[in-house]
């Protein structure tokens, strides 16, 4: 069965409740902006492109809203409401770009009134999910050249179905090579703190029964090490126009790690997850989340009261240590500030 993980039904975006999984399979319905800004910000959805999508999504919830035919008032409501989603997560670049679109539709259609500005955001709203459903399809395809008869790959995070539409950016590239009929096996990093490979990634994997296994994220290095990992496969945040990714914590450490052991390390990414506006990984922000993530295990303490805690979300991978970055467009290689000015371009 395909996992949805949101969905825009009846005026409002459905989401597949990710804190609850793999025990409980519930849904959220988000009716207004704000509990759409919660469920981004406390990762009921989550993921680069789930996000950019929930972010358009909760436009249409704000500007739900609105009453009244004041252009001028329904503009700044629509602009306050853009902000305030921006405010949720900080690292995710598809959250802004997805802003960024929707105030394209604003800014393209200044003599519109403020129903037809509603409908045209609708609109475009939902060209931005059936973009992400056609666009992670094409990912899964080019990266599936890669996965060869017998490989072991490696994975972290969950850059699945649950991180975006219904598909997957690198979990993606697994269904589209088992489509092919390929045999290979996978093994999926916890991701300590909040184990979305083991919670989410193993889930999604099981479910497709594509033989999987789980390691603690401080097996990676033994595993590499013991010539059981041919080629690892990972999701990005936001990637700088030189080619350095922000993804998941823990990301980088597997990046050099692959480089020791001379394993293939690709990144799988839409073109809405390039930050073409900055130059290096050293300009994109990193979100600190809170201690108890680390403190805390289900609920139960793991660590002395008044312990200092780092939380950091993500990491910057440099791009030196990436083999390939496979997007919609095609597999990008190095020097990658030649490859990303020529993916900016493709239309
Ligand atoms: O904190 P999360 O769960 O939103 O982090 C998600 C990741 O790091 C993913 O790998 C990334 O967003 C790519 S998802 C296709």
Redesign the pocket.
């Given at each position: 069965m395909a996992v949805e993980t949101i969905k825009w039904i009846n005026n409002a975006a459905r989401i597949i409740d990710?804190t609850k999984l793999p025990n409980k399979f519930e849904y959220i319905y988000c009716r207004d902006v704000k509990t759409m800004w919660h469920a981004i910000k406390r990762?009921s959805v989550?993921?680069?492109?789930?996000?950019g999508v929930a972010a358009a999504f909760g436009v249409l919830l704000g500007i739900q809203s609105f009453k009244g035919k004041n252009k001028a008032a329904f503009l700044k409501f629509f602009q306050k409401t853009c902000d305030y989603l921006a405010s949720s997560?900080p690292?995710?670049v598809?959250l802004f770009n997805a802003l960024h679109v929707m105030r394209l539709v604003i800014a393209d259609n200044p003599d519109e009134d403020v129903d037809t500005l509603k409908k045209l955001l609708l609109k475009r709203a939902m060209e931005l999910f059936h973009e992400d459903k056609k666009t992670?399809r094409k990912m899964g395809e080019h990266g599936a050249g890669l996965i060869k008869n017998g490989m072991q790959c490696l994975t972290?995070?969950?850059?699945?179905a649950l991180?975006?539409v219904d598909f997957?950016?690198?979990?993606g590239v697994f269904y589209s090579a088992k489509k092919m009929g390929k045999k290979f096996k996978v093994y999926s990093c916890e991701?300590r703190p909040?184990l979305?490979g083991s919670r989410?990634t193993c889930w999604e994997l099981l479910r497709q029964k594509i033989d999987t296994t789980l390691i603690c994220d401080n097996m990676a290095a033994s595993l590499m090490s013991r010539a059981k990992v041919d080629i690892v496969f990972?999701?990005?945040?936001r990637i700088a126009s030189n080619g350095d990714t922000?993804?998941?914590?823990g990301?980088y450490m597997l990046a050099v790690l692959a480089k020791h052991h001379g394993i293939p390390f690709y990144i799988?990414?839409p073109r809405s997850?390039f930050d073409f506006n900055i130059k290096t990984g050293k300009q994109i922000p990193i979100?600190e989340?809170d201690s108890d993530e680390v403190k805390c295990f289900a609920g139960i303490s793991t660590a002395p009261k008044g312990i200092k805690v780092y939380n950091p979300?993500?990491d910057v991978t440099p791009a030196s240590l990436i083999t390939g970055i496979v997007t919609e467009c095609g597999i990008i290689r190095p020097p990658y500030v030649k490859s990303i000015s020529a993916l900016k371009l493709y239309a």
């Open positions: 990710q990762l989550r993921g680069a492109p789930a996000i997560r690292t995710a598809n992670c972290v995070c969950n850059a699945g991180a975006t997957g950016t690198a979990l991701t909040l979305q989410l990972a999701g990005a945040d922000a993804n998941k914590i990301t799988v990414a997850t979100e989340r979300a993500f």
